[in-house]
């Protein structure tokens, strides 16, 4: 079992940046993926982008190209950090870490990102 706990949210305005956090625990050793994603009012859950726990080495989705950087302490599956750059009021919403095997079985609760223009 693993339990991931996010932080790093809040409010800001718009052009500014946040980085996320997701620390995970419990049975570190079943992850093999760990991803982030978000849920925008209005919208399903999309993912942004997700990390290979054993390399680090990071993918990005469409909804992560060029304005989120994930990366992950080197040699561990935790903590896993989002950074978001040039914030806008589109990007309000709930952030959330998953963890894989590669499927997506563990979540976290998400933390509310909430963008002022």
């Known amino acids: 079992q693993v339990h991931l706990v996010e932080s790093g949210g809040g409010s800001v305005k718009a052009g500014g940046s946040l980085t996320l956090t997701c620390v995970a625990e419990g049975d570190l050793d079943a992850i093999r993926q760990v991803g982030w994603f978000r849920q925008l009012p209005g919208h399903e859950r999309e993912q942004i982008a997700r990390v290979w726990s054993r390399t680090g080495t990071p993918y990005y989705d469409d909804a992560g190209l060029s304005r989120f950087t994930i990366s992950q302490t080197e040699g561990a599956p935790t903590p896993v950090y989002l950074d978001i750059k040039n914030l806008r009021p589109e990007d309000t919403g709930v952030y959330y870490c998953?963890?894989?095997?590669?499927?997506?079985?563990?979540w976290g609760q998400g933390t509310q990102v909430t963008v002022s223009s």
């Open positions: 998953a963890a894989g095997t590669p499927i997506w079985t563990w």
